[in-house]
């Protein structure tokens, strides 16, 4: 018959049976986790073990009242409005396979991007343009072929270049008319186109034969200011007067202020006719037979002084005062005058 009062509440000693079991359950604990230790021994290193963030990090409180702070990108935490954290995990953590560094560099730390790698075949060179040299200011030839100046002419050198620099102009049908008469007015144009750029050294002179609506008016005054030409007496400038030989040297001499050498009488013992240079005329022979000037065709000796000037003789010798002024090279003619070289 069995009892009815309940069990007692002592508890009874542990059996045999029973302290055995918890041995071999210690025993194969222990076993299991030398084991385990054996293996990898930095499993049991505190340093490596990973615990969820939620213990280790503190929540994201946000700086505003209901405004979100967006989750910084290295962590774990989510916000309280978004998806719950969960307490526990079920996955067990993994060792890392090295050291863990910050996704994003400190506040403060200057980040350098890596150099590019250069590219092993070399950019092609970049050639730059040569400027193109400035050409020397060279006049051409002139178009103009006369049919009065044949090739073999002894003055067609110095017409060409006078022609192709606009001092001579006045010629039509291709014909130059070298062995015409000069005329004083022509003179006075021909020396403004080749001394325009002369600044006036004395004061114009009101001539009563040249009216000031004259197309000549202009060059003869550059002429008179300029200290080329001088008038006559009266006040006459004569401009249609065929203009003689020494007129035209005198008026070159003046106007390049040539002054003669104080031997001005060996100067002129290469004229053979030196005695019928006028005397007001012989020291401006003299000077500009010494510049180089003077130009005698057909004979270089004959000065023929007197004798009226040719379009030919003074397009010669209107090129070599310019030449003497560094305006045009120089060139070789033989009946140009070469100067008597004076002993000291």
Not at 8 to 18: A, H, K, Q, T, Y
Not at 100 to 121: F, R, W
């Amino acid at each position: 018959m069995s009892s009815s009062q309940p069990p007692s509440g002592e508890r009874n000693p542990l059996g045999l049976d029973e302290l055995i079991a918890i041995l071999v359950a210690f025993g194969t604990m222990g076993a299991i986790l030398f084991w385990v230790t054996g293996k990898n021994p930095d499993r049991l290193n505190a340093r490596n073990w990973q615990f969820p963030a939620v213990f280790s990090q503190p929540a994201v409180t946000p700086a505003t009242p209901g405004i979100l702070t967006p989750e910084s990108p290295s962590s774990d935490l989510r916000s309280p409005a978004a998806t719950p954290v969960p307490l526990k995990q079920d996955v067990a953590p993994v060792a890392p396979l090295g050291p863990i560094l910050p996704e994003n560099p400190p506040v403060g730390v200057i980040v350098v991007p890596p150099k590019p790698i250069a590219p092993s075949t070399p950019n092609p060179a970049i050639t730059q343009p040569k400027a193109d040299k400035p050409k020397a200011d060279k006049p051409k030839v002139g178009p103009v072929r006369f049919s009065d100046v044949p090739d073999k002419y002894w003055a067609r050198p110095f017409i060409v270049a006078l022609v192709d620099r606009k001092i001579f102009t006045d010629f039509t049908d291709s014909k130059f008319r070298p062995d015409e008469p000069m005329t004083r007015a022509e003179l006075a144009r021909l020396i403004q186109r080749m001394s325009d750029d002369k600044k006036p050294i004395r004061k114009p002179i009101d001539f009563k034969d040249v009216k000031d609506k004259s197309p000549v008016a202009p060059a003869i005054d550059h002429t008179v200011t300029t200290g080329y030409l001088k008038g006559y007496p009266n006040n006459e400038f004569r401009p249609d007067k065929n203009i003689p030989r020494v007129e035209v040297i005198a008026a070159l001499a003046s106007g390049l202020s040539l002054k003669p050498s104080t031997k001005t009488t060996k100067s002129l013992q290469v004229y053979t006719d030196r005695a019928k240079v006028p005397k007001w005329a012989v020291n401006k022979v003299a000077a500009a037979t010494e510049a180089g000037i003077v130009v005698n065709h057909p004979k270089r000796a004959l000065l023929q002084p007197n004798r009226t000037a040719t379009r030919a003789e003074v397009a010669a010798m209107i090129y070599q005062a310019m030449a003497k002024k560094g305006q045009v090279p120089a060139k070789s003619s033989e009946y140009v005058v070469k100067p008597v070289k004076l002993s000291k």
